[in-house]
């Protein structure tokens, strides 16, 4: 009995524990869950936008006016989740703010603007001047106070407009060209260097508040350019003239080696002068022909390596060129963050961990430099593959028949050789022999950037230099005509050559139309080699011979 009753009390005891327990518990997971819930509220997984918050800096994307695609819904969507700062690709160029002498249109700007405002972005204008995107009358303009004038109306009109709505301009847009020089545009043609400086006044007198910046591209490490740019805004500053920054576009290529281009050093020296640095139009398209898991695996260490680079100099932002493959400029090149279906690329990813966790101090420069593959000629049907458009030797500049006759062609031991005739022809201002060479990575098209040299094997029986010509599959270049080149003396014997890319030169004779090499850089490429050497008349029997080419990084 006794025994039954103490099981019983027991029993009773132990339930009851048990039920606290249970209860203990039960609250215990609610109040837990609820805690996670909360914090979880609190908390919710970081995105590119809540990182950059947390930095104080602008995380931005350039925009098409697409939120307003009610077929695209996710375009917004993405867009406010993961960038605290917007840039108009297009519509706030001049073009598509002014159509006609006096005339403004602000509709879609004013759209993206509020689009901003609703998602609590900042918003940078993008450009008031620059040589593209000109509406055709600015381009008749032939008198220089005319030119002034408008140019102040234009910048004064659109600056004053978006006062108190865009925090930072770029004021103007690739003003240098790549071998340093001021670049000739309807600006500078008609009033001089001086328009630079003028623009930054008129618009800090339209716009007391904004961030004013100058803008480019090619100029993400230390070249020749960037150093131009450099020195240009060095006397700005020097001379009082109101400029608070620098934008570097960075439009690059998976190949792109951030250490080797000393990005971060380049951005360091713009910051000494007290300047701002922005990273504004970064994308990076895939290259190569490796596998594509591969390509955007190269393609994601280029976007943390910028990113870092921009975190260490303290940048004030990273903007890109776009955020989704489907709207790209460079769309063939999935260059974006994001892909066609708005899905995170593992570039989306490498930026955010680099948010998370900054490691300023950049990795040592990468061990031996790889090359591209060499192009080597095996056979006769090898080297005639990869002649241009299958022609062997042709005549330039003047296709007069006659100029240059084929005697032979032949291969051995990977090496062509041209027999040609050459004649200059009674008023004929050129002559000359030139051999086309496809000189593409196993046939591919190879992008130049992150190359630094190339290396040839050639040799001429006749000419003493030879032209080196880079070109472009790109369309419009091949319609312009004019490639950088390079002049290489050479010997009667097979000799390797390396000639550093930045020697090659806009072609002069093209005046304005010649295309540096940056131009043709991301859609390279075809190699002409050319005999071009009959100074005033007669005949040149010689022989051009090629061995490997490739490229250096
Ligand atoms: C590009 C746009 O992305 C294209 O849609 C347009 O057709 C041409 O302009 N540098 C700049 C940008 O400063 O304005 C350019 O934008 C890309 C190169």
Redesign the pocket.
């Given at each position: 009995m006794k025994v039954e009753l103490t099981d019983h009390v027991a029993r009773e005891k132990s339930h009851r524990i048990a039920t606290m327990k249970n209860r203990f518990i039960a609250i215990f997971l609610l109040v837990s869950i609820g805690l996670t819930c909360a914090l979880a509220q609190l908390e919710p997984s970081p995105t590119l936008r809540s990182l950059a918050d947390a930095r104080g800096m602008y995380m931005g994307a350039?925009v098409a006016p697409i939120f307003y695609d009610t077929t695209e819904p996710d375009y917004g969507m993405v867009l406010a989740r993961e960038y605290n700062m917007v840039v108009a690709?297009?519509i706030m160029?001049w073009s598509a703010l002014s159509s006609g002498r006096g005339k403004f249109s602000f509709n879609a700007a004013d759209g993206m603007v509020a689009f901003a405002q609703k998602n609590k972005q900042a918003v940078r204008g993008?450009?008031l001047v620059?040589h593209?995107?000109l509406p055709s009358w600015v381009l008749t303009i032939k008198d220089k106070n005319e030119m002034q004038a408008v140019l102040k109306n234009h910048v004064q009109t659109v600056a004053r407009y978006f006062k108190g709505k865009v925090f930072a301009w770029d004021v103007l847009?690739?003003a240098i060209l790549e071998d340093g020089s001021y670049r000739k545009t309807p600006f500078y043609n008609l009033l001089g260097e001086g328009y630079i400086a003028d623009v930054f006044r008129w618009a800090r007198e339209a716009d007391p508040n904004a961030k004013l910046f100058y803008?480019d591209?090619n100029t993400d490490g230390i070249n020749k350019k960037s150093t131009a740019v450099f020195e240009m805004v060095k006397k700005l500053k020097s001379q009082g003239i109101p400029i608070d920054g620098v934008g570097f576009?960075a439009?690059i290529d998976s190949n792109f080696n951030v250490q080797q281009q000393r990005t971060l050093e380049n951005l360091e020296r713009f910051k000494a002068l007290g300047l701002e640095v922005q990273m504004t139009?970064v994308d990076v398209q895939l290259s190569g022909n490796a596998p594509k898991a591969e390509r955007l695996a190269a393609q994601a260490k280029v976007y943390g390596d910028m990113l870092r680079a921009c975190l260490a100099a303290k940048c004030s932002a990273f903007i890109t060129?776009g955020f989704t493959d489907a709207f790209s400029?460079r769309a063939g090149s999935s260059p974006l963050p994001f892909d066609s279906s708005y899905q995170p690329k593992p570039a989306y990813f490498a930026l955010l961990e680099v948010l998370k966790n900054p490691t300023v101090t950049m990795p040592a420069v990468a061990a031996p430099a790889p090359t591209s593959s060499a192009l080597e000629f095996a056979s006769f049907a090898d080297a005639s593959k990869s002649l241009q458009g299958g022609a062997i030797v042709k005549t330039e500049y003047n296709e007069k028949a006659g100029d240059a006759k084929v005697d032979g062609i032949s291969v051995t031991n990977g090496v062509l050789t041209v027999d040609y005739r050459l004649s200059k022809q009674a008023g004929s201002t050129f002559a000359g022999a030139g051999v086309g060479v496809n000189a593409l990575e196993n046939g591919k098209t190879i992008s130049l950037v992150g190359y630094n040299a190339m290396r040839l094997q050639v040799a001429s029986s006749q000419a003493k230099s030879l032209r080196i010509r880079i070109s472009s599959t790109d369309q419009a270049i091949i319609n312009a005509g004019c490639y950088p080149v390079v002049f290489l003396d050479v010997s009667p014997d097979l000799k390797t050559y390396t000639i550093p890319l930045e020697k090659f030169a806009p072609l002069g004779y093209c005046g304005s139309n010649a295309r540096t090499l940056a131009q043709v850089i991301s859609n390279v490429l075809l190699v002409e080699i050319a005999d071009e050497g009959l100074p005033s008349s007669g005949v040149r029997q010689g022989q051009i011979r090629i061995g490997k080419i490739e490229f250096l990084k």
């Open positions: 350039a690709e297009n160029k993008h450009t620059w593209e995107s847009n690739e803008n591209y576009q439009h139009e060129w400029w």
